[in-house]
């Protein structure tokens, strides 16, 4: 066992619980905050189930994945507009029940909580078809192009998933003022991948063919 590793793994998912937590129910003003639970729950136990498979099965993703510090000057800048936004968001919904601003139907939260689980369904797939797949933009030694599966259908199908999984927490959260927040995201997302595929073109052999081959990027038939 790489105790290391299972370290690092561990203290992330633990401080990532504890600033959520703190983000929305500090601004709540109380515990008492269901929806806010009730996203904590859908995020983080996926997300824990998610760390031991890839523990076990796979550590040398699991590190990649792990590795949030970026290189590209402009993916710098993406990543901090990305920490404002979500920073924001959750802070907004945990006001906005607080403060009772404005509530959505029932049926919204509902929906939204199944979008979220099978957008993570979708993504649980992308790293299970891409093993080179990290969280900064970077080309692996001996990394190979991924053309089958989703990445048949587009070019970076992990980004579709956090499209629909980022859109739908704002919705689960029952704060639509966080929702507008959160439509950044997209925007953010179209110049990750512009400078993403510059870096893909330039250092991973056979993507410009790729690119011929795959279309669209997030969509298919869109974008």
Known sequence: MDIKLFSQALTKFILGLIIISLLLFIPAGTLNYSNGWLFIALLFIPMFVAGII???????????????KEEENEQKIVILISGIMFFLAFIIAGLNFRFEWFKLPQIVIILASIIFLL???????VLRENAYLSRTVEVSENQKVVDSGLYGLVRHPMYTSTIF?????????????SFIIMLIYPIIIFFRIKNEEKVLENELEGYREYKEKVKYKIIPYIW
Not at 54 to 68: C, G, V, Y
Not at 119 to 125: D, Q
Request: no cysteine.
């Open 54 to 68: 890839m523990f076990i099965t796979s550590p040398d993703l699991l590190k990649r994945r792990l590795n949030a």
């Open 165 to 177: 999984l980022f859109l739908s927490m704002p919705l689960i959260l029952d704060s639509l003022f």
């Open 119 to 125: 957008s993570y369904v979708m993504y649980a797939e």
